[in-house]
């Protein structure tokens, strides 16, 4: 039945997802176009990349950056079906998942920090204002750790994680393609991209997804159309993308926690209602002009602008008696989100040679408007009509009126203006040593008010300066050792359940590591850090909890690529030590461990592709692996704790040119073991489950 589903989506769906070779000679307009694409593009089908663009905002060697950067490649996440970026960071060291507001958002824990809506998540190097940020455009993610304040403005000290897009390629590509799952439903994606001539190329990548959702009930749904459109000239390139996402996605928050267990309740029984989704649309636009005066120097404008619009209805849970089973709740809802990110920069980069050493350059200076908002809140009546031993569903369902709404809490805007001017230089000081050195000047202003009519709750406006230096030395050509010292700094755009934002919270890391190229597609890292921040604020339940100081110290090692050909690894492993140093608020909680940050966690996957059987055309490429995650804190208190857990997965597929160039069937089985585990916490009444056994099913056809 899977078969007969995923083929009927690939051969019948009007919709996308691959690429081509970027480099083409185009002998009728006697033009050579070499496409500038980033590292790991979609032509690539390694588990390792040698250069990265996050951490200078331009392709540089992995040894030659002072800091750790760690990329999920387009193979890991095609091996895998990779559909959320949560996901994703199973191949990534020192990461695991934060409160996601009922898996609606994108929440990411990185070396002891960060939550959803806290600005780390980029698209394209632009801060990203959409919720869920890996979809069918995904090309590949960098993830940069410790403070990222110097060319990414307000940050927390944890890292930004970059979502890179798929660009045009210069050959003509079709890839058809259509899963399903056996939870139910499926999708059908199509990714056309070539070149127009004249030195222009375009791609449109389309999706339609209708998914029976994991627990109980619920679907997840969306449509997505993305164009974008690239020239390249002698000199100068231009990249302009769009993206349109319409969304309707369950808001589930998960389970709950009763002095210190998980309620006696099934797995898959939820304790909110039918009423629970969220529905909106998400546009993005980023523009890119790229400028090539000489072998020397270049230049850059960026232009970004990025939307999500939604509503949201909760049955929220306020209370759990594990005597009786009844569980109060009350039927919310907000209406109106308006979140925005506006973006403009300006770069130089250069190469010059003073004074006997080569300088790899870059300055600019940038402005970006970040914006949250809520236009109404409502809020119902608490009752205990359910009981969770005998749940009973659609007896609960928001009313949106004069009556429920919290007129306090509506017109809810916080918004920040950065202007900054910044640096970072590269010095080669000898063929071993190189020093590091940048910094960030920053301009904020912000302002936040709420109700009707609109009263004023904040405002702030400073300056900041915010430096990083660095030390490699190059033990060999291929062995690299690094030093770095950097700041962050962040103020708040993370409201929470009654429009409360924190105060700027500032970040401190250290680091040291080394990196090895150990064979060309073969890359190891090892790493060591500390980082302090002030002012940390932290969402339980829904209220804002601030910590005058926190701290995470650990250490993280990573090796990716192919061990012998043929054979693929993703090994990682981090240990951390993440704490409240100072709580502010109650004293009994210094020494406690950050919520949702674990000791412990690791995780090993392998592939082996080129296999052929006899009298069975094709090849076969196989692979599967564990992630594992320790133990975490639920909340500040440490009142309860996230059990440890170990998560199985494999995967096998089959490559022929049955129609077309290539014809592929992917089998992928997820939660081999059906471990029943629980992936992060908003609080104890937020505890949100991990998705049990489940199995898909992806038939394409490239021409």
């Given at each position: 039945m899977f078969l007969k589903t995923a083929l009927a989506l690939a051969c019948s769906s009007a919709f996308p997802a691959f690429s081509a070779d970027s480099t083409t000679s185009q002998a009728e307009d006697q033009i050579t176009v070499t496409a500038n694409t980033s590292p790991g593009a979609d032509t690539d089908n390694s588990y390792t990349v040698p250069q990265v663009s996050t951490a200078s905002k331009m392709p540089t060697n992995r040894l030659d950056e002072s800091q750790s950067v760690?990329?999920?490649?387009?193979?890991?996440?095609?091996?895998?079906?990779?559909?959320?970026?949560?996901?994703?960071?199973?191949?990534?060291?020192?990461?695991?998942?934060?409160?996601?507001?009922?898996?609606?958002?994108?929440?990411?824990?990185?070396?002891?920090?960060?939550?959803?809506?806290?600005?780390?998540?980029?698209?394209?190097?632009?801060?990203?204002?959409?919720?869920?940020?890996?979809?069918?455009?995904?090309?590949?993610?960098?993830?940069?750790?410790?403070?990222?304040?110097?060319?990414?403005?307000?940050?927390?000290?944890?890292?930004?994680?970059?979502?890179?897009?798929?660009?045009?390629?210069?050959?003509?590509?079709?890839?058809?393609?259509?899963?399903?799952?056996?939870?139910?439903?499926?999708?059908?994606?199509?990714?056309?991209?070539?070149?127009?001539?004249?030195?222009?190329?375009?791609?449109?990548?389309?999706?339609?997804?209708?998914?029976?959702?994991?627990?109980?009930?619920?679907?997840?749904?969306?449509?997505?159309?993305?164009?974008?459109?690239?020239?390249?000239?002698?000199?100068?390139?231009?990249?302009?993308?769009?993206?349109?996402?319409?969304?309707?996605?369950?808001?589930?928050?998960?389970?709950?926690?009763?002095?210190?267990?998980?309620?006696?309740?099934?797995?898959?029984?939820?304790?909110?209602?039918?009423?629970?989704?969220?529905?909106?649309?998400?546009?993005?636009?980023?523009?890119?002009?790229?400028?090539?005066?000489?072998?020397?120097?270049?230049?850059?404008?960026?232009?970004?602008?990025?939307?999500?619009?939604?509503?949201?209805?909760?049955?929220?849970?306020?209370?759990?008696?594990?005597?009786?089973?009844?569980?109060?709740?009350?039927?919310?809802?907000?209406?109106?989100?308006?979140?925005?990110?506006?973006?403009?920069?300006?770069?130089?980069?250069?190469?010059?040679?003073?004074?006997?050493?080569?300088?790899?350059?870059?300055?600019?200076?940038?402005?970006?408007?970040?914006?949250?908002?809520?236009?109404?809140?409502?809020?119902?009546?608490?009752?205990?009509?359910?009981?969770?031993?005998?749940?009973?569903?659609?007896?609960?369902?928001?009313?949106?009126?004069?009556?429920?709404?919290?007129?306090?809490?509506?017109?809810?805007?916080?918004?920040?203006?950065?202007?900054?001017?910044?640096?970072?230089?590269?010095?080669?000081?000898?063929s071993k040593w190189t020093g590091v050195v940048g910094g960030r000047y920053q301009h904020y202003e912000q302002r936040a008010s709420q109700g009707v009519p609109a009263v004023l709750t904040m405002s702030d406006e400073g300056n900041k300066f915010l430096p990083q230096m660095g030390l490699i030395y190059k033990v060999t050509p291929s062995v690299s050792l690094y030093s770095s010292y950097s700041k962050s700094f962040t103020p708040s755009t993370d409201a929470d359940d009654d429009g409360r934002v924190g105060k700027p919270e500032q970040g401190t890391t250290w680091e040291v590591g080394s990196k090895w190229q150990v064979t060309p597609k073969l890359f190891a890292t090892l790493a060591l850090y500390r980082i302090d921040e002030r002012d940390m604020s932290l969402s339980i339940n829904g209220d804002t909890h601030e910590i005058d100081k926190a701290r995470s110290s650990g250490i993280e090692m990573e090796l990716n690529g192919e061990i012998v050909p043929g054979i693929d690894i993703s090994a990682n492993y981090s240990y951390d030590q993440a704490k409240i140093v100072d709580d502010g608020v109650d004293s009994d909680n210094n020494g406690n461990r950050l919520a949702n940050a674990p000791r412990h966690s690791g995780a090993l996957y392998l592939s082996h592709g080129g296999i052929r059987l006899p009298s069975v055309p094709g090849e076969f490429r196989i692979g599967g692996g564990a992630r594992y995650v320790g133990t975490r804190a639920g909340d500040p208190e440490n009142s309860f704790t996230l059990p440890d857990y170990v998560v199985a997965d494999s995967f096998v597929a089959w490559n022929n040119a049955l129609l077309g160039k290539e014809t592929q069937l992917r089998l992928n089985l997820n939660n081999m073991f059906n471990k029943h585990y629980y992936a992060s916490s908003g609080g104890n009444l937020r505890v949100r489950e991990g998705e049990a056994r489940n199995v898909v099913l992806e038939a394409s056809v490239t021409f």
């Open positions: 760690s990329v999920v490649t387009q193979q890991q996440l095609n091996d895998y079906q990779v559909t959320s970026l949560s996901d994703a960071m199973r191949f990534v060291s020192g990461v695991a998942q934060a409160n996601t507001l009922a898996g609606t958002e994108d929440g990411i824990m990185r070396r002891g920090f960060g939550s959803n809506s806290d600005g780390s998540i980029f698209r394209d190097g632009v801060r990203s204002s959409q919720g869920l940020n890996l979809d069918a455009t995904t090309d590949h993610v960098e993830v940069l750790k410790g403070s990222a304040s110097l060319l990414y403005g307000i940050q927390n000290p944890g890292g930004v994680i970059n979502v890179v897009s798929k660009k045009p390629q210069y050959e003509w590509r079709t890839k058809v393609s259509g899963r399903t799952s056996s939870e139910g439903g499926g999708a059908g994606t199509v990714d056309v991209t070539g070149p127009l001539g004249n030195g222009f190329a375009f791609r449109l990548i389309a999706e339609k997804q209708n998914q029976d959702y994991w627990r109980n009930f619920g679907a997840d749904k969306h449509t997505l159309i993305a164009p974008s459109l690239q020239w390249y000239g002698e000199k100068a390139s231009v990249l302009i993308s769009y993206e349109d996402y319409q969304y309707d996605i369950p808001y589930d928050r998960g389970t709950a926690f009763i002095d210190g267990k998980p309620i006696n309740v099934g797995y898959k029984t939820r304790l909110d209602d039918y009423a629970n989704h969220a529905w909106g649309r998400n546009k993005t636009f980023n523009t890119q002009y790229n400028y090539q005066f000489n072998d020397t120097w270049s230049t850059r404008v960026t232009v970004g602008l990025s939307q999500r619009r939604y509503d949201n209805n909760e049955v929220r849970v306020t209370a759990v008696n594990t005597t009786t089973g009844a569980v109060t709740r009350r039927a919310d809802a907000n209406r109106g989100y308006n979140h925005k990110t506006k973006y403009v920069s300006w770069d130089m980069m250069g190469t010059p040679t003073l004074f006997g050493m080569t300088h790899n350059i870059l300055f600019g200076t940038d402005y970006e408007m970040v914006q949250t908002y809520r236009a109404h809140q409502y809020q119902g009546k608490s009752n205990t009509i359910f009981n969770y031993n005998d749940p009973e569903y659609g007896i609960a369902w928001p009313v949106t009126n004069d009556s429920t709404e919290k007129t306090s809490a509506a017109n809810n805007l916080n918004r920040i203006h950065n202007r900054s001017v910044y640096l970072k230089d590269s010095i080669e000081l000898t």
